[in-house]
């Protein structure tokens, strides 16, 4: 077709596919290094395989264990798909290593919104000796009882580490097993705050 | 101290009289002496004019000049004042002062004397404090006196002639200083002078006006009319002598209550007292004449204008009277008003604020709160019999209902809490909840068969410790009902019979099952046993028998070795 005066055809709009990780860093490799504590060491080697396999497979992120230095490191491959990943597989390792199972653990690699919140118990209230024994062991209750039934109610996990609480969870969530733990640390009796627990989580079951 | 003759006195005040001046620069005895004696002779001479002197004569031997001086200043000072107003009374009306001089002329100096006293007696008290001594000697004093006796002379024949004028002035007043009668002869003495009357017409009136003083001086204290003492006021003034209106009013001021009207008789006497009364008195004033006669002309015009205070109340028109009514209402209401409130215009007033029984006394109205006791009659009675039998038999009893409870959310379904660790991991439990809130057709049911046999297949190991042992460690929410149960613990069947229960058959048969028991486990051993010993001595005797056949075939084998 002949035809004057016409602009020779537009060349189509290109179509460039996402920008993978690699790429959007330049090229570089990113690493992130997670250091082991000297507790938490036999169980990674128990559950090495169950930490490796979702990072590698799923996040498509390396991870290695030094030895020497102690550290689990991670690196970024040429076909991670996401930046985050990285993030995400660090906050997963660093989350075992805090002292969570990693069935649990491996639930911040599946989502977004949860987040793990740390605190101790001198935050709360300074307690000394056999206060602070008998405080740590409030918040546990009898064969862990009172944290199971935080944790249950409160859709969280929890890692009572001596001085150190960690709490897994999302960030509502995260607030409601802070508040009940406090007020255990604060003297409360268990009972009372089992039923403060189970009044805040039908309220929550009724808003959904 | 005797007195010195007159004579004696009279060479005296010559010789004084003779010294020459310079003599009195230096002190000596004998004018001393003769200065005494004169002083002492006018003293005398004077004493007879003055009414109220306490010295009946001059007392000089041992005494100093100044308490000389002050006898004589007692003496004479009523006297100065009453001439020093006669001498103005007479600057004013020197006519007065011829009229007396032939008084004195012709002697009646008998009747002028016996009015002496009089005429003094009433100028000296009326003086005020205006007649003051300024001399300090007693030569002066002498000479003052001589002076005086002078005056004085004339001044008593004044003094008689206007004694006699009042008493012939107006008479019938109640008053003491005033009567009608007087009055009326006064004002006809005062035209006979105006018009140059003989003396004698004068000499007569004297002696009558002389009764009518006393009378004047009675009644000074009762009132007359208004203008008969009017008049009588302004002639009198003219006539009396006691001198002008000046001295009058100079003089007032010293003057008394008592100079008026006499010692209070414990209440005045305002009441008019007319003629009936003159003759009382009269004659009670005879004894106040003295005494009123030294009170001068003036104070009959004070006692005029009381008079005529006292007169109104008696007539009153009926305009005065309804005022005075009214003011007297005035005066109680404005009396009240000033006074307290009685107990029942107060406020809240307490038992001790009122008199005794006060309350009862008043009519008390204050509000019942409590309603008044019903009065049962029959009527009442039947009434209410009535109401009870018609509800019986409707069967309506006002019965209390319970209260409808309020309404109320629907209590909130409480999950129980899971108090074991979750067999889910985190992920998975929130992977439900996602699928829940997006499908819940492919939610799983929250309560599966699957999870009830998870439920089921948990078991909790639990040990059969003593309570004891698990209060230590947890003594708080742990309890036993977890623990094994007696039954399980027990492994005994049948009735359990304690040994004091028992009977004797049955211990018997007890100890016979636990022979038979312990002969069981006995032959067992030593059915053991015995195969035991059995088998060791076999062995033992293997032994010695292969012991003893291998020492044989050593032997042998030595015999043969030793053979060979």
């Known amino acids: ?208 | 101290m005797g007195r010195p003759s007159e004579a004696a006195g009279m060479e005296a005040l010559h010789q004084l009289k003779s010294t020459e001046p310079p003599q009195w620069l230096a002190p000596s005895a004998s004018l001393s002496e003769s200065a005494r004696a004169a002083s002492q002779h006018l003293f005398a001479s004077l004493r007879p004019h003055v009414r109220k002197s306490p010295f009946d004569e001059l007392l000089v031997d041992n005494f100093d000049a100044e308490q000389i001086w002050q006898q004589i200043d007692l003496l004479t000072q009523p006297l100065v004042r009453s001439i020093r107003r006669r001498v103005k009374h007479w600057e004013k009306n020197p006519a007065e002062i011829e009229n007396l001089l032939p008084e004195v002329a012709d002697g009646g100096k008998k009747v002028a004397q016996g009015k002496k006293m009089e005429e003094i007696d009433d100028d000296d008290d009326d003086d005020g404090g205006d007649m003051d001594m300024d001399d300090d000697d007693d030569d002066d004093d002498e000479e003052m006196d001589v002076d005086n006796d002078g005056e004085q002379d004339g001044g008593k024949d004044e003094g008689d002639e206007s004694e006699e004028e009042e008493e012939e002035k107006s008479g019938g007043i109640e008053d003491k200083f005033l009567k009608i009668k007087e009055l009326q002869e006064h004002l006809e003495d005062e035209e006979a002078r105006h018009y140059g009357l003989d003396a004698k017409n004068k000499k007569s009136k004297k002696k009558s006006g002389s009764k009518k003083l006393e009378d004047e001086d009675d009644d000074s204290e009762e009132g007359e009319e208004d203008k008969e003492e009017d008049d009588d006021e302004d002639e009198e003034v003219d006539l009396f002598a006691g001198g002008d209106d000046e001295d009058e009013e100079d003089e007032m001021g010293n003057a008394r209550y008592e100079d008026f009207f006499g010692k209070k008789k414990g209440g005045s006497e305002p009441k008019p007292r007319f003629k009936d009364e003159l003759g009382e008195d009269s004659s009670s004033g005879e004894e106040e004449k003295e005494e009123e006669l030294s009170s001068d002309d003036d104070d009959d015009e004070e006692e005029d204008d009381d008079e005529n205070v006292n007169k109104k109340p008696k007539v009153l028109s009926t305009h005065e009277k309804e005022v005075q009514k009214i003011k007297s209402e005035i005066e109680k209401m404005e009396k009240a008003n000033l006074d307290p409130k009685t107990w029942t215009m107060q406020g809240e007033v307490t038992a001790a604020n009122r008199p005794k029984n006060s309350a009862l006394e008043v009519d008390l109205d204050f509000e019942h709160n409590v309603r008044p006791v019903p009065v049962i009659t029959e009527e009442v009675t039947q009434s209410l019999e009535e109401i009870i039998k018609k509800r019986i038999i409707e069967g309506q009893f006002d019965d209390i209902k319970r209260a409808p409870g309020l309404p109320s959310k629907a209590p909130r379904e409480l999950k129980p809490v899971d108090e074991n660790k979750s067999n889910k991991g985190l992920a998975e439990v929130y992977e439900e909840e996602f699928v829940q809130q997006t499908d819940p057709a492919a939610a799983p049911l929250s309560f599966s068969d699957e999870q009830k046999k998870e439920i089921i297949e948990d078991m909790s190991i639990q040990s059969n410790v003593p309570a004891l042992a698990m209060e230590e460690i947890a003594p708080v929410a742990v309890s036993d009902a977890a623990m094994l149960a007696p039954e399980e613990v027990f492994s005994g069947k049948g009735n359990v019979k304690a040994e004091v229960e028992l009977t004797q058959t049955e211990r018997k048969r007890r100890r016979a099952k636990k022979k038979r028991k312990f002969k069981a486990v006995e032959t067992k051993k030593m059915a053991s046993k015995k195969a035991r010993e059995d088998e060791l001595r076999k062995q033992k005797e293997g032994t010695l028998l292969v012991v003893q056949v291998t020492h044989l075939c050593c032997q042998i084998n030595v015999m043969l070795n030793q053979k060979l």
């Open chain 1, 1 to 208: 077709m002949e035809i004057d005066g016409v602009a020779p055809p537009v060349a189509e709009k290109p179509l460039f596919e996402p920008l993978k990780a690699h790429e959007m860093s330049d090229g570089k490799v990113q690493f992130r290094k997670v250091s082991v504590p000297p507790h938490r060491y036999t169980p990674l080697k128990k559950a090495w395989m169950e930490i490796y396999t979702p990072v590698y497979e799923q996040m498509k992120i390396d991870i290695r264990m030094n030895l020497k230095a102690r550290k689990v490191e991670l690196k970024t491959r040429v076909d991670t798909p996401d930046i985050s990943n990285l993030q995400k597989c660090a906050d997963f390792v660093h989350a075992f290593m805090m002292g969570f199972d990693v069935i649990d653990a491996v639930a911040l690699l599946r989502m977004d919104e949860l987040y793990v919140d740390s605190f101790e118990i001198k935050d709360v209230k300074t307690l000394k000796g056999e206060h602070k024994s008998r405080a740590i062991g409030r918040l546990s209750g009898k064969g862990g009882k009172t944290k199971f039934s935080i944790e249950n109610a409160t859709k969280t996990r929890i890692v009572l580490a001596d001085e150190k609480i960690h709490i897994l969870g999302s960030f509502r969530n995260i607030k409601i097993a802070r508040d009940a733990l406090c007020s255990l640390i604060l003297g409360a009796p268990p009972g009372k705050v089992n039923s403060k627990l189970r009044q805040v989580t039908a309220r929550s079951a009724e808003l959904f």
